[in-house]
């Protein structure tokens, strides 16, 4: 063997160690700097989304635009829809046939949720809106989301339910701050102004997260560039995906509900000022930037005082039995106290049922452990989409079942309480979409029994 030959196999040698050690996940410094990259994201993936609903008002008063005002009300929907119902059919392109694709996906998406929101500055139509806002930003932020997501799941493995837990806080800092800040953009620059700018800050703070994101197989010298993958549909084939699938749907068609509502009632039946209102929502959102950390924290197996150590189908129950125990009791009792009684159901509610999408991280595991037993492979980033796109679903069915349970007024007999508005049936359908979305113990203690 000659000295360049040795020199050569040495040098194939170092590099092999070199990727293998920076594409290890969970710890590695290249894992670290995809879950802030990630974190980073959720501000142009969502910071549009949560604060619409300031946007909505300003369409409603101040509605200039050729066509029906009432059909404003179709524009937030129809964003929520597109971006999370799209997400399964994304994650399954980008996690075999276009796995190599994300960055381009990723990039793309970006450039087409600030370029739609500009141009939705010139709309001279409600249709207009619906389009741009509605459509091409929800499919912009889907095409962002799902790619880095994906990268995400592949780079945490004993911590992924952890790294999940992280970006939904980040998500929810996020939904905390921007219905203060676009309403602070409103009054200085106008409608218009406001979307434009709002592009922009879209497109520059996820051009300073994008170059954080790496996939784990650009780093690694095991990967081929006309290497195919396949999605592993097995875990399809066994109950208890359908078990906690099921149970997101119906929790979700209910969480949306004091999101929409929650502002108009405080304004209604509490006849709190437009500020306190929004600071409802703000309340909301700001619990569950520590309870998504926990409850991933205990998805991973974080084991509690005395090292018991909770199974994810506990998790989901202990957040879906709080969410419903704030709304049966606080919004529906206690809220028509004051601003005292909406405020606490808002932080409590805000921390339980915020943290619901946190515990999937352990329902990844849950399903991943399944999955080994049956000598099967899963893609867990594509079951994740699968819960996001289930989410999605309930969020358009509740939103339409809320308009109904509106029309039904009051719960009869409460006339002293928040059940006797003609919120009644909103608070009582928010409590009891809650109580099935925790429905999956029953499930574990038949297995256990």
Known sequence: MTDSTFDLHIGDEIEHQ?????????????????????????????????????????????????????????IGPTLNGVLYISLPFLSTLFSSRLFRWRRTAAIVGLLISSISLIISASSTAVWHLIVTQGIFCGLGSALV???????????????KS???????????????????????LLSSLGLRNTLRIWGVITLISGSLAMPLIHSRTELSTNS????????????????????????NIVFSSGYGLPQTYLPSYARQVLHLSPTKSSLMLALFNLPGIFSCIAFGMLGDGIPLVGGYILTPFTITFLSAIGSALSAFLLWGIAAQSGVVGLALFSVIYGFFAGAYSATWGGVLKEIEREAVSHNEAV????????????????????????????KSGAVQHSSNWGYGTEYGFVILYTGISAVIGGWSILWNLGLTC
């Open 145 to 159: 989301y799902s790619p880095t997501t994906l990268d995400l799941d592949e780079w945490f493995v004993q911590r």
């Open 18 to 74: 070199t990727n293998a050690s920076s594409s290890q996940p969970d710890g590695s410094r290249a894992a670290t700097m995809v879950l802030v990259g990630s974190s980073i994201l959720q501000f142009p993936i969502w910071g549009f989304v949560t604060s619409y609903g300031v946007l909505q008002e300003q369409y409603t008063t101040h509605f200039q635009l050729q066509g029906s005002s009432r059909l404003t009300g179709v």
């Open 162 to 184: 952890y790294a999940y837990g992280v970006i939904l806080a980040a998500k929810n800092i996020v939904g905390t701050g921007t219905p203060f800040l676009i309403p602070a």
């Open 379 to 406: 893609d867990t980033g594509v079951v994740y989409s699968l819960l996001n796109g289930g989410r999605g679903l309930g969020f358009v069915a509740g939103g339409f079942a809320g308009i109904e349970l509106l």
């Open 224 to 247: 081929r560039p006309h290497t195919t993958r396949r999605t592993p549909w097995k875990f399809l084939t066994h109950p208890t995906f359908y078990i906690f699938h099921i149970a």
